[in-house]
């Protein structure tokens, strides 16, 4: 066999490398001019229009249903309710696996949270299945719903991050406390928050005997295949799914989601077609969202600002009836080394909808009290909180002993301080104004996201004319997944992107794996790179094996492939083309294969995160105490960069959500009837762009040979896990109130006016 590199430098050349160019989306102009085309927007010849009619409390059953009333509107065609749903093959309740969460599909009158879906109507336009709905009027037998945490007692889960232990320790805390000559002990709180992805989850569902078709959008189409192939008994194959784009994901579209599988349901029981999308309040349950969570942080310091201890001890919210348990104290296994640590989880039962993964799960909210905590360590110490940072970040991830895959965290800090101009800033608070009298504030936060891969498959061809097609179901949520996954492509082919067609968002095609955990790009584009190299290999040994070749005899130097060439070596004078390499074998196409299997040696010897460090500036108004963040700069290392324009994207669509994360973003539950109050885009807040402030992310060299061959981590989710500490950090420096509960408002800011 021989040695085969294609090649994947980021230099600019015009051919052979695609990897680092600044493209923009493809798919940018689809968008942008509105002709793409979203699951919902296709309709099959006789589709009907769903509509759920979802619980008005959060716990009890639901006593009567007038369907009667429902159906005898003109547009109605049939109402579902637990007592005529089509049977399914397997029980919504069950959970075969940690990565199944149990749905709600009527399967019996029980009411278990606020916007439950409790009855299906389907009629023949959506004005008439939203009227239908209203219809129904339920009237419920209603219990005392239990909302917060301090609802029920807590109790210990199985695991966190669905598989991880959820306590975790090394050395003595107590014993590092006590030794301590500093200590810090404090309480953060985060609220609830819903993913609110601009596109509602949707779905088309039309059968054909026992063969089904979906549109609907998914972060993890195999995985949804497979999903409902077991609830409706039917082999895998026979379900075709495709989700052309998403509008937004975040964590909430990862998995099948019960609203999905209503519809399904409805076009079985009316033997049509039927479109089903989820209205922007009734989001607010079904599908997922961040937990609250309470943290307390205990740290000790020696003399000389070294930890001593760190205590980081999680307590959040579940539902009654399933257990994902928000990861929080997962920051404090990898940032900062301490001779002692212990992270423990505590979940509480609520009478909510499942809580679920939402982009950066864990670490947004753990770094979010993390980062405050250490800031406040800082000034105990009397140091600047950078320096403390400094001093204290791990080179060894601390509980597994295992080291990074790489320090490039040392140069985050550096370069992002010089960049912000850090070394200005006043060691007290309460010591910058700006001409308009404003207090301003610096802070900084670390940032941190494990480099996650996961399994999957690509198939390539090159074909006789010298293009080359590649293949994988790989999620776009928008983030521009299949350009920088297209890259990728052409590169392992070596070929121009120009060349290659790249084919993604359909359950036919190879199984790109979750796009989550900020883990698409390498793992899908892993498989891509394997695949392509089979091509490759395949070729050349056709090549080097034929005397008629130019390359015949390369076996041992090996060949390169590059702008639709084989060259050889060492004398890449010496070259042929894939399409006279395939005519002469008398090949119409050549088609390779590849996975994203890991080095599982590397996985276990070293820890491999994604690092970076974030720093802020916010000014607040004296009088009202409202924060305004005026600048961001952040700096991340992820190894290698596959598309610099869509990193940066990244960077900000992260750093923005931090900013939400610290200001704006709360859901909030009233606690006598368990719903959300603010169920709605007017009153739960996102930022807006006045909200925005001049944002620069830096992208931080990192060769990391270790994580993927590429060298690929993820930049998806880490722009908010620094951006949350590095806001409440300065918003405390500009005025000397330490603010522990997220979001922070202008109310916590009330003693500004005593001061
Ligand atoms: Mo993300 S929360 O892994 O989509």
Redesign the pocket.
């Known amino acids: 066999m021989p040695d085969i590199t294609p090649i994947l430098g980021s230099t600019h050349l015009r051919h052979g490398s695609n990897t680092g160019q600044p493209l923009t989306r493809g798919d940018g102009l689809l968008k942008v001019t509105g002709s793409a085309r979203y699951a919902a927007d296709n309709h099959p010849a006789g589709m009907l229009y769903a509509v759920t009619a979802v619980a008005g409390i959060a716990r009890g059953r639901v006593a009567f249903l007038d369907i009667e009333a429902a159906k005898a509107h003109p547009g109605v065609v049939e109402v579902m309710t637990s007592a005529n749903r089509p049977l399914l093959a397997a029980d919504p309740d069950a959970k075969t696996n940690p990565f199944m969460f149990r749905l709600d599909l009527l399967q019996s009158d029980r009411v278990r949270y606020a916007n439950q879906p409790i009855a299906v109507v389907i009629a023949d336009s959506l004005e008439a299945a939203t009227e239908g709905a209203a219809l129904l009027a339920p009237r419920y037998e209603a219990e005392p719903a239990r909302i917060g945490l301090d609802a029920a007692e807590g109790f210990v889960p199985n695991a966190v991050r669905l598989v991880s232990p959820p306590n975790e320790h090394v050395g003595d805390v107590e014993a590092g406390l006590a030794s301590a000559s500093a200590t810090i002990d404090a309480t953060y709180e985060t609220p609830a928050q819903y ?1 609110n992805a601009m596109e509602p989850h949707a779905i088309v569902a039309s059968w054909d005997g026992d063969r089904l078709s979906i549109d609907t959008p998914s ?1 993890g189409i195999a995985i949804a295949q497979h999903r409902v192939a077991e609830l409706f008994g039917l082999p895998p194959e026979n379900v075709h799914i495709r989700s052309p784009f998403l509008g937004g ?6 998995l099948l989601s019960g609203p999905q599988v209503l519809g399904i349901l409805a076009a079985r029981l009316v033997g049509k077609p039927v479109k089903l999308v989820l209205r922007r309040d009734q989001m607010y349950g079904p599908v997922g969202h961040r937990s609250p969570t309470r943290q307390r942080l205990r740290l000790g310091m020696d003399r000389e600002g070294r930890l001593t201890a760190l205590d980081h001890h999680v307590t959040t919210a579940t539902s009654t009836f399933d257990d994902f348990i928000e990861p929080a104290g997962a920051a404090s296994h990898t940032l900062y080394a301490s001779p002692a640590i212990a992270t423990s989880h505590l979940g509480v039962r609520n009478d909510i909808g499942t809580p ?6 864990g670490e947004a909210s753990g770094s979010a009290a993390l980062e405050s905590a250490i800031d406040e360590a800082a000034w105990a110490c009397g140091m600047d909180p950078l320096e403390f940072r400094l001093r204290n970040y791990a080179e060894v991830e601390p509980i597994s002993g295992k080291p990074f895959s790489s320090k490039a965290l040392r140069e985050c800090y550096s370069e992002g301080a010089s960049s912000f101009g850090w070394s200005a800033r006043p060691l007290q608070p309460r010591h910058m104004l700006d001409e308009d009298g404003f207090l301003v504030g610096w802070g900084v936060g670390t940032a941190t996201f494990p480099a996650i891969m996961f399994q999957a498959e690509a198939r390539a061809v090159l074909r006789g004319d010298g293009t080359g097609l590649v293949e994988t179901s790989a999620a776009d ?1 928008g983030q521009g997944a299949w350009t920088a996954l297209a890259q990728l492509a052409a590169d392992s082919l070596g070929l121009d992107i120009a060349r290659v067609e790249f084919r993604a968002g359909s359950s036919d095609l190879p199984d790109a794996g ?6 698409h790009t390498a793992t899908a584009g892993t498989a891509i790179h394997n695949a392509g190299g089979d091509v490759i290999s395949r070729l050349a040994e056709l090549a080097t094996g034929d005397e008629r070749s130019p390359l015949f005899g390369a076996g041992n130097a090996g060949v390169i492939a590059r702008a639709g060439r084989l060259h050889r070596r060492d004398d890449e004078s010496r070259s042929e083309a894939y399409a006279d390499i395939l005519a002469r074998a008398g090949l119409a196409e050549i088609e390779g294969n590849g996975t994203s299997a890991t080095d599982q040696a590397a996985r276990e010897a070293l820890a491999m995160h994604a690092h970076g460090a974030v720093f802020a500036e916010v000014k607040v108004d004296p009088d009202l105490g409202q924060v305004r963040v005026t600048r961001l700069v952040g700096a991340f290392a992820a190894g290698r960069v596959v598309n610099p324009r869509l990193v940066r994207s990244q960077y900000y669509g992260g750093m923005i959500w931090g900013v939400s994360f610290a200001l704006h973003e709360h859901a909030i539950t009233d606690k006598r009837s368990g719903r959300v109050m603010n169920a709605d885009l007017a009153e739960y807040h996102i930022p807006v762009n006045a909200d925005v402030p001049s944002l620069k992310a830096l992208l931080i060299e990192e060769r990391d040979p270790h994580v993927n061959p590429l060298g690929i981590k993820g930049v ?2 880490i722009g908010i896990t620094g951006t949350v500490g590095a806001i409440a950090n300065a918003v405390w420096h500009a005025t000397g109130i330490r603010v522990r509960r997220f979001p922070i408002a202008i109310e916590d800011l009330g003693a500004l006016h005593a001061a």
């Open positions: 993913h972060q994901g975040f964590g909430s579209k990862g679920l993964f939402m982009r950066a799960p949520m979750i796009a989550g955990g900020s883990g998806g989710e």
